[in-house]
């Protein structure tokens, strides 16, 4: 994607993303109130995961699993709102973010179908917009996975895996006891397969295929989080020797400079006074030479 330079001191170029995209000229204080929206977003979308098994549990409409599709769907929409019209240009702003339109029209028609129990249609429709929504939820609270953030991404590895039990626990009937289903939810993210302990029920199959997802990334970003730490200390490391050998050269050069400067003549400013009037003046400052006589015979 081009980019173009901005043209007042306040206003950033478009950036390119899932969500939040931000048009030409979008002032800094558009930017600032989007991030301080990511986390609500992200727990209000967060809030829509019981609510899908909630729908899938139950036959009848359910006031909890109605009420988070909508909260979900206020959340970005008043977030969409507040920073498109910080940003001086709503329409702009709401072109450029035309996922978060999609979802939040799909949370909506998510909380007015009927429960998923009782249509095959609504479920598969739920199952669309529970994988969209997991994408949003990943690219808000992205940025906290940085270099260096090995420590973040462990806690939240075990965080999910916490939370993949409590749901195996409360969706799998062979899993009696939490630790059995902290088992399930571990081999099932970690994609082992061992077989002692399987999904039976369609609510726990479906419930294991995001167990993976989670669990893969989070497994993954573990790993390229200590393999990074590794990698960092060594390059840190190479840098070291380098600026090292550098300041042993410049020593050196400095050393030779000195050495070259006080073997050269001392500069005029330095001579004696004569000595400087005398060069000034030059040869042809001098009188001229007498010419001699030739004696005649």
């Not at 479920?123 to 939820?137: E, N």
């Not at 906290?144 to 806690?155: C, D, H, N, P, S």
């Not at 730490?229 to 050998?245: K, V």
Request: net charge neutral; aromatic share 10%.
């Amino acid at each position: 994607m081009n980019r173009t330079a901005s043209a007042h001191p306040l206003r950033e170029t478009e950036q390119a993303g899932l969500t939040s995209v931000f048009a030409s000229h979008t002032t800094s204080r558009a930017r600032e109130v989007e991030v301080k929206w990511r986390w609500p977003i992200t727990l209000a979308l967060l809030s829509t995961v019981p609510s899908f098994y909630v729908e899938l549990l139950h036959v009848s409409p359910t006031l909890f699993a109605v009420l988070s599709y909508l909260l979900a769907a206020g959340t970005m929409g008043g977030a969409l709102l507040h920073v498109g019209l910080r940003s001086g240009n709503l329409r702009a702003h709401l072109r450029a973010n035309s996922f978060d339109l999609l979802l939040c029209a799909g949370l909506v028609a998510a909380a007015m179908l009927p429960p998923s129990a009782a249509s095959e249609a609504a479920l598969w429709f739920r199952v669309v917009v529970g994988f969209f929504t997991m994408s949003r939820m990943f690219w808000a609270a992205h940025y906290v996975i940085t270099r260096g953030g090995t420590l973040y991404r462990l806690i939240a590895a075990l965080l999910v895996l916490l939370l993949c039990g409590l749901g195996f626990w409360w969706l799998e009937p062979t899993t009696p006891t939490f630790g059995d289903a902290l088992w399930l939810a571990f081999t099932t993210a970690a994609t082992v397969g061992y077989g002692d302990m399987v999904p039976t029920t369609p609510a726990s199959k479906i419930f294991a295929v995001f167990v993976v997802f989670l669990g893969v990334g989070a497994i993954t970003l573990v790993a390229a989080g200590i393999a990074s730490a590794w990698i960092a200390t060594e390059e840190r490391h190479i840098e070291r020797e380098i600026l090292d050998d550098l300041h042993r050269q410049l020593r050196a050069v400095h050393a030779e400079l000195a050495s070259l400067r006080a073997a050269l003549p001392a500069p005029a400013e330095d001579l004696p006074a004569s000595a400087r009037s005398d060069d000034a003046r030059g040869p042809a400052s001098q009188p001229p030479a007498r010419p001699k006589r030739v004696h005649e015979p």
